[in-house]
T-cell receptor, first 114, second 110 residues
C-alpha cells in the first residue's frame, strides 16, 4: 500500500512567521510531488510542484524535496492569516506504470494567528 | 479563462434515488478524475479516464459509475445513494503531472 503521511495539526504560527509543513511518502521510486491548499468547504488549489531534489521557490512558498529520506516539505514565509487552510501533499506513485492519479495525504491544518 | 466546471455545486437527493453529477473542462486535458472527499479526509480517487480509457479503482463501489462522452465532459452517476455517500465530489483534470480541480459538488443524502 503506497501512502502519503502528514501530521493533521493544527499547526499554529503567528503572523509574519515561517510555517513549515512536512510530508513523508512510502515509495522511494516516486518522481513528482505536489502541494495543494484547501480552504474549508472549497476544492484543492495547486500551489507548487517539485520533481528534483533540493529547493524550489515561488514567491513566499518554498518546496523542499529529499528523495533519499522520502520527505517533502513546504515552507511559507511571512505567513498571513489568509494562509490559514489545510495543506495537502500529493505524490504520483506510478510514473513507471503509467498511472497518472495522485495519492493525497490527509492534510495539515495551518492556523496563522494575527 | 480555462477552467474545470462542476454542476450542480450542491445536490440534495433521497436515499436510493439516482443522481448524476457533471464536470466539464476547457483545458483540453486528456485525463479526467473523480474524487470523493469526506470531512477532514484526503480526497479518495474513485476512477479516472485517460482519453476514452476508463480506469476504476479496486475499492470503488459498484454503486458509482462514470461516463465520458467526449474530451470536455465527464459524469458521475450514483445509482442508489446511501447515507454514507454524502460527501464532496471533486472532478479534476490533468495533462502532464499536476491535477487541477473543479469547485466540487457537495452531495447531501436524506
Amino acid at each position: 500500500q503506497k501512502e502519503v503521511e502528514q501530521n493533521s495539526g493544527p499547526l499554529s504560527v503567528p503572523e509574519g512567521a515561517i510555517a513549515s509543513l512536512n510530508c513523508t511518502y512510502s515509495d522511494r521510486g516516486s518522481q513528482s510531488f505536489f502541494w495543494y491548499r484547501q480552504y474549508s468547504g472549497k476544492s484543492p488549489e495547486l500551489i507548487m510542484f517539485i520533481y528534483s531534489n533540493g529547493d524550489k521557490e515561488d514567491g513566499r512558498f518554498t518546496a523542499q524535496l529529499n528523495k533519499a529520506s522520502q520527505y517533502v516539505s513546504l515552507l511559507i514565509r511571512d505567513s498571513q492569516p489568509s494562509d490559514s487552510a489545510t495543506y495537502l501533499c500529493a505524490v504520483n506513485f506510478g510514473e513507471d506504470t503509467g498511472r497518472r492519479a495522485l495519492t493525497f495525504g490527509s492534510g495539515t491544518r495551518l492556523q496563522v494567528q494575527p | 479563462d480555462a477552467m474545470v466546471i462542476q454542476n450542480p455545486r450542491y445536490q440534495v437527493t433521497q436515499f436510493g434515488k439516482p443522481v448524476t453529477l457533471s464536470c466539464s473542462q476547457t483545458l483540453n486535458h486528456n485525463v479526467m478524475y473523480w474524487y470523493q472527499q469526506k470531512s477532514s479526509q484526503a480526497p479518495k480517487l474513485l476512477f479516472h479516464y485517460y482519453d476514452k480509457d476508463f480506469n476504476n479503482e479496486a475499492d470503488t463501489p459498484d454503486n458509482f459509475q462514470s461516463r465520458r462522452p467526449n474530451t470536455s465532459f465527464c459524469f458521475l452517476d450514483i445509482r442508489s445513494p446511501g447515507l454514507g455517500d454524502a460527501a464532496m465530489y471533486l472532478c479534476a483534470t490533468s495533462s502532464v503531472g499536476a491535477q487541477y480541480f473543479g469547485p466540487g459538488t457537495r452531495l447531501l443524502v436524506l
